[in-house]
């Protein structure tokens, strides 16, 4: 069984940064694209950053500048470093990735699949 575990959530005030880690964890093969998204409420669901195995990068226009994705791959982990942060980047926090995964009685057989963390809330607030 994969999974995909958020941290780093919390409140700040404007102007202020935090950095948000995701990791995965599960009889994994590879990991492909990574990617943070997130939800406003009474939004919908929108890409923040994605990065792929090779390390490129795809940003919304409106976290350009201010937020940095990296990856570590030898631990299978995401990270988001999120600067200058706004009133309108109050969201909850959803990691996914692309992943090649083992599964079976004897883990002798491969399946690819996205996955979902369950969120990790960022207000940014005085």
């Known amino acids: 069984q994969v999974q995909l575990v958020e941290s780093g959530g919390g409140l700040v005030e404007p102007g202020g940064s935090l950095r948000l880690s995701c990791a995965a964890s599960g009889s994994i093969v590879k990991i492909n694209n990574m990617g943070w998204y997130r939800q406003a409420a009474g939004k919908e669901r929108e890409l923040v950053a994605s990065i792929t195995g090779g390390g490129s990068t795809v940003y919304v226009d409106s976290v350009k500048g201010r937020f940095i994705i990296s990856r570590d791959n030898a631990k299978n982990a995401v990270f988001l470093q999120m600067d200058s942060l706004k009133s309108e980047d109050t969201a909850v926090y959803f990691c996914?990735?692309?992943?090649?995964?083992?599964?079976?009685?004897?883990?002798?057989?491969?399946?690819?699949?996205?996955?979902w963390g369950r969120g990790t809330q960022v207000t940014v607030s005085s």
């Open positions: 996914s990735a692309d992943i090649l995964f083992r599964f079976g009685l004897y883990l002798d057989r491969q399946d690819r699949h996205g996955f």
